[in-house]
């Protein structure tokens, strides 16, 4: 019996083996190895100041998440702009022109352990000629694979880790507000700030949106902090929530910065300086249970506006009519035309109801002036 | 002694060593256990509702039928069974971006299996039905809109507050090469796990494209800011 259960055991264990084999979990990454204790920054990026014509010496960390041994490919490159103005890193493809070529990894790949991690030094060489204020690169980790045909879009993935270099000499850290757009999507707003970096070091800049009623009431506010590179124009999209009710709104930012010399992750002194952007005046729709109720409320004051306008006119007739005895040829309609109203307003106000019957003698009220038929004058 | 005796003695005997070998081990039981934590890393991929990596990822544009017109294709990035995942395990202090790139740079091609086949992703010309002054001679433009997407957040003690998804952009070569999909802010959460899907695509093919089967590698890079 003993036996049996441990065949058991062994058959199930290996039908389970080759199923977690082939679920590879985790990833490969990978940070700075050698972080600066009094700058937080350094953790996940490289900071470095450097003199042009010097060089400094440090080491990236790659790291092997997964279950498996990895080929880990580790690279430099420049670094770009993507849309919005957000930072990026190129390709292995195009080259190295800037940062990236100054970046001289002491080896292309290396071979990781499963759940383990490799340190690969690199030299930064800052060439005598390199412009003063920020330069920007990137490591790139990455792990080594080939792919087959496959129609569509096949996706590949890295990380990288930006490489930010302050060359020393006269820096100008400055932001200006550009503009901001909204864009309704179904029930949010997006409200798309931009500003432009015209100095010559990337500036961690807060912006704060804020969307406000006519009388000035906040109906919403973001603030979030984005790094705004040297240079560019720089946008992002807060979503937030449409006001209810809809209406005319006023959306703006501003913006926050550190305006000293600080460079990235140095917090010591610093000037902060908020200027104000765009205001923008925008309609927005209401949700639709908001529609509903005030379109009920607009009938209903429509509605009301007509009862009122009648009671107050019923109230002025009552005052200015005057006593009418209804004669045996009377009806409502020839009475009316010599009164020269509606014959419905003259039953109205008489409290007259269908099948409109006037009996002879009967005292009406009239508006008091009789427009009867002048009698045709006899031709000469 | 008598039996009762003997039994007892043996008893008190027994109970004796017990209580003595028990505060034996009180005395042992100043063992520390410790566990270190390391902190992961930036990570991107794709991985499936029960958040197994997927090897090779691939998305399918719509299919099309040949024509002498420009045409346009449309297709999606990440899926329930395909999601595109960030992980920032406190690696990211102060945020990350998370873009999209053509792996072969600004003069990547859509090419058939042969490579004998191909049209452009980033020629801005009449809105990539024709060939423009680029690199190529090839037209055809792929648009990104990740702003039709839906990100999720995916850990108990994470929100996607202060993280921003990117606009929908078409690539154009030496102006537009890489597409911003997410950009965190540094207030977002330092720990934290996302996945992105429905992030739509729309591809022109210039008019008399051969029919076949093309391809495009794009690498989604996420990087620390």
Redesign the interface.
């Known amino acids: 019996m003993r036996n049996f259960l441990a065949g058991l055991l062994a058959i199930g264990i290996v039908i389970a083996m080759p199923a977690a084999a082939f679920?590879?979990?985790?990833?490969?990454?990978?940070?700075p190895a050698n972080p600066d204790a009094s700058n937080?920054?350094t953790?996940?990026?490289f900071v470095k100041t450097i003199t042009p014509g010097t060089t400094v010496e440090d080491a990236v960390e790659v790291?092997n998440?997964?279950n498996v041994k990895k080929t880990i490919v580790v690279y430099a490159t420049d670094s770009?702009?993507?849309?919005?103005g957000?930072?990026?890193?190129?390709?292995?493809?195009?080259g190295t022109n800037n940062v990236g070529k100054w970046i001289t990894l002491s080896q292309s790949s290396v071979e990781v352990n499963a759940y383990e991690s490799a340190k690969v030094p690199f030299t930064i060489a800052a060439p005598s000629n390199a412009e003063p204020g920020e330069q920007n690169g990137?490591i790139?980790i990455q792990e080594q694979k080939t792919?087959?045909?496959?129609?569509?879009?096949?996706?590949?993935?890295?990380?990288?880790?930006?490489v930010a270099i302050l060359v020393p000499g006269d820096i100008k850290k400055e932001i200006t507000p550009q503009g901001i757009t909204v864009v309704e999507?179904s029930d949010k707003l997006?409200l798309?700030p931009s500003v432009k970096n015209t100095g010559n070091v990337s500036v961690?800049a807060d912006i704060t949106t804020t969307v406000r009623s006519l009388l000035g009431t906040v109906q919403s506010t973001q603030?979030?902090?984005?790094?705004v590179l040297r240079g560019e124009v720089t946008?992002?999209?807060?979503?937030t929530a449409k006001p209810f009710w809809g209406g005319l709104y006023n959306a703006s930012f501003n913006t926050t910065y550190d305006s000293s010399n600080n460079f990235i992750?140095d917090d010591t002194e610093k000037e902060l300086k908020t200027i104000d952007g765009q205001t923008k005046l925008i309609f927005v729709t209401p949700s639709l249970v908001a529609f509903l109720i005030e379109f009920i409320i607009f009938v209903g004051i429509i509605v009301g506006a007509y009862y009122l306008y009648r009671y107050l006119a019923h109230k002025k007739n009552v005052k200015t009519w005057v006593n009418y005895k209804v004669k045996p040829s009377d009806n409502l309609e020839t009475i009316a035309a010599k009164q020269a109203i509606a014959w419905k307003l003259l039953a109205r106000e008489n409290n007259i109801k269908a099948p409109y019957i006037l009996q002879a003698d009967q005292i009406i009220k009239v508006p008091g002036k009789v427009h009867a038929k002048k009698p045709a004058e006899p031709k000469k | 002694m008598n039996k009762f005796t003997k039994v007892a003695a043996s008893a008190l005997a027994i109970i004796g060593v017990a209580l003595s070998v028990t505060t034996v081990t009180y005395a042992a039981n100043n063992t520390n256990v410790t566990q270190t934590i390391n902190s992961g890393t930036l990570v991107t991929d794709i991985r499936d509702a029960s958040r197994v990596t997927v090897a090779s990822p691939t998305f399918a544009m719509t299919g099309t039928t040949f024509s002498f017109n420009c045409q346009t294709t449309t297709g999606t990035i990440g899926s329930a069974s395909q999601r595109l995942y960030v992980d920032n395990p406190g690696a990211a202090n102060a945020g990350y971006t998370l873009t999209l790139a053509a792996t072969a740079g600004a003069t990547g091609l859509w090419n058939n299996a042969g490579v004998t086949q191909s049209f452009d992703f980033n020629d801005p010309t009449t809105a990539g039905c024709a060939d423009g002054a680029d690199a190529d001679a090839k037209g055809g433009q792929l648009t990104v809109n990740p702003s039709v997407s839906t990100l999720t957040a995916d850990c108990s003690s994470c929100s996607v507050t202060g993280i921003t998804k990117g606009t929908s952009t078409a690539y154009s070569q030496a102006v537009t090469d890489s597409v911003t999909l997410l950009t965190a802010a540094a207030g977002s959460d330092d720990v934290g796990r996302w996945y992105l899907t429905g992030i739509g695509l729309s591809q022109t093919i210039p008019g008399e494209q051969p029919n076949d089967s093309y391809t495009i590698n794009l690498t989604a890079t996420v990087t620390a800011s």
């Open positions: 679920a590879e979990s985790g990833s490969i990454g990978g940070r937080a920054r953790k996940s990026i790291v998440n997964t770009i702009v993507s849309s919005g957000a930072f990026a890193c190129a390709q292995a493809a195009d990137c790139i792919t087959d045909f496959q129609s569509g879009v096949s996706l590949s993935f890295r990380t990288a880790i930006r999507k997006v798309s961690d603030t979030s902090t984005f790094p946008n992002w999209n807060f979503e992750g």
